[in-house]
């Protein structure tokens, strides 16, 4: 009988054998994800410079927002792939969130018996009630539309809690993050992980040091699949935290963390 860590290898393997990377997707979401740091009415009514210019055909974009809390997205179709989109903002103000992020863990739910960032899975609580209202909307609109998840910066934390709790509902679902920081701990990433009905890629450009928080040794685990932008290419990196992949920068980079395939924060609108 072979033993188990032969067996955990050929599934890993297997695993990483079928994973197929959508890179016109990934410039498509980082562009959405982009459009959310502009104003509601821009986003509403879908005119919104470059972004708008180069993907037209986005249908009913209506943003939700939580004001109180400063958090804030929109919910679109997107006919080029029969998809309800969801898109998350991330902070206004990158420098004064990393400035200010604190590393305090609570319990996701009894099922998983993991642990998330408090103030990711706080975000997110604000703007739950809103799109639960806004995504039967939705799915009564497209019927026949797959789920897509997105997001950038504390924007892309609080859409993979979103995919979780999608997948904890039995949806199938693409969760696109840009600028992805680590949003719980290594039985929160093994939970994640459980859901094969979700469809990952974090992409990660160069330095960008907010990838590295809350750091490892506060422990907190990446969620998979990262790709890894840098040297003008990119790299599908292995399951986990990859040690070759962005994990190995030793010196990160805030001005990394506002350009993403080709847009940033400072989007036109």
């Not at 989109?85 to 018996?113: E, H, M, P």
């Not at 990660?204 to 790709?227: C, L, T, Y």
Request: negative net charge; hydrophobic residues 40%; glycine residues 4%.
């Amino acid at each position: 009988m072979r033993s188990q860590p032969f067996i955990l290898i050929f599934l890993a393997t297997t695993i990483s054998a079928t994973f197929i990377y959508n890179e016109d997707l990934a410039k498509e979401e980082a562009a959405l994800s982009f459009a959310a740091y502009c104003p509601t009415t821009a986003i509403n009514n879908w005119k919104l410079g470059y972004v708008s210019a180069n993907y037209p055909n986005i249908k009913n974009p209506q943003v939700f927002e939580n004001i109180i809390q400063g958090t804030k997205g929109y919910i679109a179709y997107n006919p080029t792939y029969n998809a309800i989109t969801v898109v998350f903002r991330g902070s206004s103000n990158i420098q004064n969130w990393l400035d200010n992020i604190q590393f305090d863990k609570v319990t996701y739910n009894d099922a998983c018996q993991c642990q998330v960032h408090k103030g990711f899975l706080e975000a997110f609580k604000s703007l739950e009630p809103q799109l639960d209202n806004l995504l039967v909307k939705y799915r009564k609109m497209y019927p026949n539309a797959v789920l897509h998840i997105t997001g950038h910066s504390l924007g892309a934390a609080m859409a993979t809690l979103y995919a979780t709790q999608l997948a904890i509902a039995g949806n199938s679902l693409q969760l696109s993050t840009f600028g992805l920081p680590r949003v719980g701990d290594k039985a929160y990433y093994n939970y994640f992980s459980s859901f094969t009905k979700v469809t990952h890629f974090r992409v990660v450009h160069e330095k960008d040091a907010v990838p590295h928080v809350p750091p490892q040794s506060f422990g907190f685990n990446h969620v998979d699949r990262e790709i890894w932008y840098h040297r003008a290419s990119y790299t599908v990196c292995q399951l986990d935290e990859d040690p070759n992949c962005s994990d190995s920068i030793l010196i990160p980079s805030i001005a990394d963390h506002s350009f993403y395939m080709g847009w940033s924060s400072s989007v036109d609108c």
